[in-house]
Structures are given as structure tokens and as C-alpha cells.
């Protein structure tokens, strides 16, 4: 089994920048890919982007250049995200997929953009 917690969400204006993070525990020798999707109000959750083991990245083409994923071991991946419009409000998820195929999902942190 694989917990994951998620922290700094909150309220940010236009234009600007916030971290949200995500710490594994569990089985995390079991992780190969963590990521982060979102779901905004009334929409499908969404893949924002993620990061293998091996540090390939991939991100929606709607974040792309603005949003930057990393990852400093194998259980803890950041999100940084600048330039936030008010279409990125929305609950953040944090992801991981292990080896087998198997999802994790933490419990959400909301990440508000408005003036």
C-alpha cells in the first residue's frame, strides 16, 4: 500500500506563482510514475502532468511552459506553477502508479486563482 499526502494549495491572484507538494509512504519502492491531475468544478479530472522514476516528464498542453514537475527522491514530487490563470483553479490530486499497474490517489488540495 502507498499513502500519499499533499500540501501548499490555497489561494493565489493571476499571474501569480504557487508549490504543491506530495510525499509518498508505504510501499514506495513499488512507485515508478508520479503526477499530478486536477479537477475543476462541473469537469473530468485531468492529468497536469507527471514523472517516471527515471525523471522523463510529461505535461498537458495547457500547462506546458508554465508548470514544472520534479521529483527529489523517490516518494516526494513538487508541482511549480507560475503564471496561473483562473481557468487552473481547481482540486489538485496527487498520483502515483506502481510497476504492476496499480493507482494511488491522495485526498486533494484545492488551488484557487482569483483576484
Known amino acids: 500500500q502507498v499513502q500519499l499526502v499533499e500540501s501548499g494549495g490555497g489561494l493565489v491572484q493571476p499571474g501569480g506563482s504557487l508549490r504543491v507538494s506530495c510525499a509518498a509512504s508505504g510501499s514506495i519502492f513499488t512507485i515508478n510514475t508520479m503526477g499530478w491531475y486536477r479537477q475543476a468544478p462541473g469537469k473530468q479530472r485531468e492529468l497536469v502532468a507527471d514523472?517516471?522514476?527515471?525523471?522523463?516528464t510529461n505535461y498537458a498542453d495547457s500547462v506546458k511552459d508554465r508548470f514544472t514537475i520534479s521529483r527529489d527522491n523517490a516518494n516526494t514530487v513538487y508541482l511549480q506553477m507560475n503564471s496561473l490563470k483562473p481557468e487552473d483553479t481547481a482540486v489538485y490530486y496527487c498520483n502515483a502508479i506502481a510497476y504492476s499497474g496499480r493507482r494511488y490517489w491522495g485526498q486533494g488540495t484545492q488551488v484557487t486563482v482569483s483576484s
Open positions: 514523472i517516471t522514476r527515471g525523471g522523463t
